[in-house]
Structures are given as structure tokens and as C-alpha cells.
């Protein structure tokens, strides 16, 4: 299950349970999105994926004329979500989610976003609009929501017997994009940690492979997170600094190109220090503040 799939081949990766790789391969989708039929006494879709008429072809020749219960969205991203209209209008599904793209941010990406920022990645998928909400700890047929912001504030992760769909939250060949407002580093490490808590036997990500070992998976990101947060503060500790100043020295084996993505990241770990009064930014929090040590 480690190779790669051909984007719109129906794929059995389990008893019940049949994957459909999108044609949108870029670098935040690895091989492209994926997307899931789960067979449990009626048909649920998860993440019909992007705006494609291939891959709604292809969905729909996997369904095989079968009624379509439910469509359901781990989050409102441009890769995951705009099909669920034309699904749903082609098979009467309702669908399903947390909420629309600005659902469950937190208070300080609220006021962030109302500041003007605006996030980074995949896109967000404005116009979403779920027909019936999930929230933590609902059932949609078989599947029970589990809502894991951090990624993105609507951003749901599903359960079903002794599996995990794991949205964007986790994926085994890439650490998760946490672009501040739409994703908020604090929620993330929160969310790790609560599927720390369940015993999965696998995880399936939104893009790339299975996930067959997910307590070591989740033990990497998180150390990953908390390795990068020491290089921040050791930075600081140094001097302060601005955003760009702090990656140029942080991300040091980076393209230029790139730079622009790790000023993202810093920022989201930066909000999330500022939050635990670890680090102070002047004159506020913002993308162009001069960030220090709090004393």
C-alpha cells in the first residue's frame, strides 16, 4: 500500500473501505487528495476532494449506481472540499462537517483574520457550506467526528472501528502546514495529543500513504514541533527579532523560494509562545512585530 496509486483507480485498502486518488499531485498534495468509501452497512464518502471533473467521474464509477448516504469534510481546503456540491447534487448526499472555512478558530486567529491576515497552502474553499454539522463527538452513519483543529480550525478527524481518517492533521510523508489564521500551532499539538489517546491500528491521511504505525508517527510530529520551538527560543535568546530575521537564521539550509513558508511557521509557533507567555512581540501580535524573550 506504500506505492503509488493511479489517480481515479478504485483501490481496496480494506474490508469496506476503498480509496480514489484525486489528479491534483503539488507539493502541499503529494500524490494527490484522497478520497474515501466507507462501506459499513451504507456508503459514506470522506473529502470528495478538488473541483475536477475526472475525479468526480471517477467517484461516481466507484459508487457503481449505489445510494450515497453521506459526504463528509475534514475541513474547507480547495483540495478537499469543492466537489461535495456536485457530488451531492448528483446523489442526494447530504454533506457534512464542522462548519464553513472560519469555523472553530480560536480567539486569537479571529481576531488575526479580522486584522487582514490571510493564510497560506492549499486555499481556502470560501464558498463551503455543509448541509448538516458535526460536531465533537457526532455520528454520521459509522463514522464518529472528532474535531482536531490545528491545520484548520474546522478541521475534523473520523473515526470508524479501528481506524483514523486523518484529514490534513496527519500524514506520514510530510509534517502538517500550520499557516496562521487558518491553522493555529497550539490546536495542533493539542489535537496531536488527543489522538494519542485513541488506539488506532491505522491512520489514513488526506494525501499519501497509510499511516501503519501511528503512535510512532505522532511521537515524531510532535518532537518535530517541540525541536523547532527550541530553535526559536535559543534565537531569541540570542537577540530578538522580526519574523523574516529569526527564519533567515533558523532555516539556514532553506532556498530562498522557501524562506516565505518557514516565516509562516515561525509565526504560528511564535503566536503559540506569545499565548504561554514565553515571548513578547512590539508593539502586537502581527506578522511585522519585533519578537523577545519575555522577561
Not at 475525479?55 to 461535495?84: K, N, Y
Not at 472560519?102 to 448541509?131: K, Q
Not at 464518529?144 to 500524514?171: E, I, K, Q, S, Y
Not at 507567555?277 to 524573550?293: F, K, N
Request: aromatic content about 6%.
Amino acid at each position: 500500500m506504500t506505492n503509488r496509486p493511479e489517480p481515479g483507480v478504485p483501490e481496496d485498502l480494506a474490508p469496506g473501505l476503498i480509496r480514489v486518488l484525486a489528479p491534483n499531485p503539488s507539493t502541499f498534495t503529494y500524490w494527490g487528495t484522497n478520497s474515501y468509501l466507507v462501506d459499513d452497512g451504507d456508503l459514506s464518502l470522506i473529502d470528495p476532494g478538488p473541483q475536477d471533473r475526472g475525479h468526480f467521474e471517477a467517484l461516481m464509477a466507484a459508487l457503481g449506481g449505489r445510494p450515497l448516504a453521506r459526504i463528509v469534510v475534514t475541513h474547507a481546503h480547495r483540495d478537499h472540499s469543492p466537489l461535495a456540491g456536485v457530488v451531492a447534487k448528483a446523489t442526494g448526499a447530504p454533506v457534512l462537517a464542522f462548519g464553513r472555512a472560519e469555523a472553530g478558530r480560536s480567539a486569537v486567529m479571529a481576531r488575526l483574520a479580522a486584522a487582514g491576515l490571510t493564510g497560506g497552502g492549499e486555499g481556502i474553499d470560501a464558498g463551503f457550506v455543509p448541509d448538516r454539522l458535526l460536531r465533537d463527538g457526532d455520528r454520521a452513519g459509522p463514522l464518529r467526528a472528532l474535531h482536531t483543529p490545528g491545520h484548520m480550525g474546522n478541521h475534523l478527524c473520523l473515526l470508524w472501528r479501528d481506524v483514523v481518517f486523518t484529514g490534513d492533521l496527519v500524514m506520514g510523508w510530510s509534517t502538517s502546514i500550520v499557516s496562521p489564521p487558518d491553522g493555529d500551532l497550539t490546536d495542533f499539538m493539542a489535537s496531536c495529543g488527543r489522538l494519542q489517546d485513541i488506539a488506532a491500528e491505522v491512520f489514513h491521511p488526506g494525501h499519501g500513504a497509510p499511516v501503519c504505525d501511528p503512535a510512532a508517527r505522532l511521537a515524531d510530529l510532535i518532537a518535530h514541533r517541540k525541536g523547532r520551538e527550541r530553535q526559536i527560543r535559543a534565537a531569541l535568546a540570542e537577540a530578538p527579532g522580526t519574523i523574516p530575521e529569526l527564519a533567515a537564521r533558523i532555516y539556514t539550509d532553506v532556498t530562498p523560494s522557501l524562506l516565505p513558508a518557514a516565516e509562516r511557521n515561525v509565526f504560528a509557533h511564535l503566536i503559540d509562545l506569545v499565548g504561554r507567555g514565553l515571548v513578547t512581540a512590539d508593539p502586537e501580535l502581527a506578522l511585522m512585530a519585533r519578537y523577545r524573550i519575555a522577561t
